[in-house]
T-cell receptor, first 111, second 112 residues
Framework: KQEVTQIPAALSVPEGENLVLNCSFT??????LQWFRQDPGKGLTSLLL?????REQTSGRLNASLDKSSGRSTLYIAASQPGDSATYLC??????????FGTGTRLQVFP | EAGVVQSPRYKIIEKKQPVAFWCNPI?????LYWYLQNLGQGPELLIR????????DSQLPKDRFSAERLKGVDSTLKIQPAELGDSAVYLC??????????FGQGTRLTVV
């Protein structure tokens, strides 16, 4: 059974710092991995999708990497801003086309 | 392009009452998901549709939950009767196969 873990569960950093969020999964047989952002009381916003054949994807200040063999993905946020404060969720897509989520990392960036 | 649309955004009902949630996926997306999210947790799959067919409903509590996706487009999720433990956020998502999934704003259900 696929299990997804995200570390840390919460993170508080000053504005301007570069930071790394971690996601690990137990079964390396995945199709894709997707990172989402969730603001309080809102739905999920897709940030990046990494296909199993890729090693990383970049969008603006965000960079996500994928190492299938070790069952890990990282989300790198450069020059963090208060507007980045949210919960970040990773999800793996397995051969059942089902997204399996981690419990998220709650990020707070203070001015 | 319109995203995934869900309604209502919020719903408060008394226990034992029925409730229904509606989802309109992104046009052309054949895969539709309903997820349940409890506070502080990641979303968990309730049911997944490929077009009109429910291909994964193993986590759907079928004694009180039901879902349908008429004509392979819009979908409705129903709970009857609702219990206190059903209070959560119900999320709908759509995708084209196993490609990038897009979520709606969710429906926050409170059962009192």
């Amino acid at each position: 059974k696929q299990e997804v873990t995200q570390i840390p569960a919460a993170l508080s950093v000053p504005e301007g710092e570069n930071l790394v969020l971690n996601c690990s999964f137990t079964d390396s047989a995945i199709y894709n991995l997707q990172w989402f952002r969730q603001d309080p009381g809102k739905g999920l916003t897709s940030l990046l999708l990494i296909q199993s054949s890729q090693r990383e994807q970049t969008s603006g200040r965000l960079n996500a990497s994928l190492d299938k063999s070790s069952g890990r993905s990282t989300l790198y946020i450069a020059a963090s801003q208060p507007g980045d404060s949210a919960t970040y969720l990773c999800a793996v897509i397995c051969n059942t086309d089902k997204l399996i989520f981690g419990t998220g990392t709650r990020l707070q960036v203070f001015p | 392009e319109a995203g995934v649309v869900q309604s209502p955004r919020y719903k408060i009902i008394e226990k034992k009452q029925p409730v229904a949630f509606w989802c309109n996926p992104i046009s052309g997306h054949n895969t539709l998901y309903w997820y349940l999210q409890n506070l502080g947790q990641g979303p968990e799959l309730l049911i997944r549709y490929e077009n009109e067919e429910a291909v994964d409903d193993s986590q759907l509590p079928k004694d009180r939950f039901s879902a349908e996706r008429l004509k392979g487009v819009d979908s409705t999720l129903k709970i009857q009767p609702a219990e206190l433990g059903d209070s959560a956020v119900y999320l709908c998502a759509s995708s084209l196969g196993s490609r990038e999934a897009f979520f709606g704003q969710g429906t926050r259900l409170t059962v009192v």
